[in-house]
């Protein structure tokens, strides 16, 4: 529970610092921020799966870059969900994606347990 804790912190960062450089990208205050990276996690581990289980045969013609457009439409699920944040456009989407996405990993990095 606290490594998704953290990785939700990473995650808020990650909005956080989009809706600073993506234009499009609105985050009304701190609660909504927390809130979305809380569910935006929820719906990376549920529904995201799903959707890119259904979508392989797409994301191999296009050799992984569908990924892009399912992260995308998970981003603005979470937009829809949460009233104080909110994503104008596709490529906003896009773009919030792989900013969050950087961030999450730089995340990763830094939790990553050396003990193996």
Same mark, same amino acid.
């Given at each position: ?9 990473? %995650? /808020?960062?990650? $909005?956080? *610092?989009?809706?600073? #450089? &993506?234009?499009? =990208?609105?985050?009304?205050? +701190?609660?909504? @921020?927390?809130? %979305? /990276?809380?569910? $935006?996690? *929820?719906?990376?581990? #549920? &529904?995201?799966? =799903?959707?890119?289980?259904? +979508?392989?045969? @797409? ?5 992984? $870059? ?8 998970? =981003? ?13 456009? $596709? ?26």
């Amino acid at each position: 529970m606290a490594k998704f804790l953290l990785r939700a912190v990473f %995650a /808020a960062f990650g $909005l956080w *610092v989009a809706s600073r #450089i &993506v234009p499009g =990208v609105t985050v009304v205050d +701190t609660g909504a @921020l927390i809130l %979305a /990276a809380l569910l $935006l996690g *929820v719906v990376n581990a #549920i &529904v995201r799966p =799903v959707v890119t289980i259904l +979508t392989l045969p @797409l994301t191999i013609i296009t050799l992984g $870059l569908f990924l892009l457009l399912v992260n995308a439409a998970m =981003v603005g699920l979470v937009a829809w969900l949460i009233p104080g944040f909110r994503v104008d456009g $596709l490529i906003a989407g896009i773009l919030v994606a792989i900013v969050t996405g950087v961030a999450s990993w730089l995340g990763g990095l830094a939790l990553r347990d050396d003990r193996k």
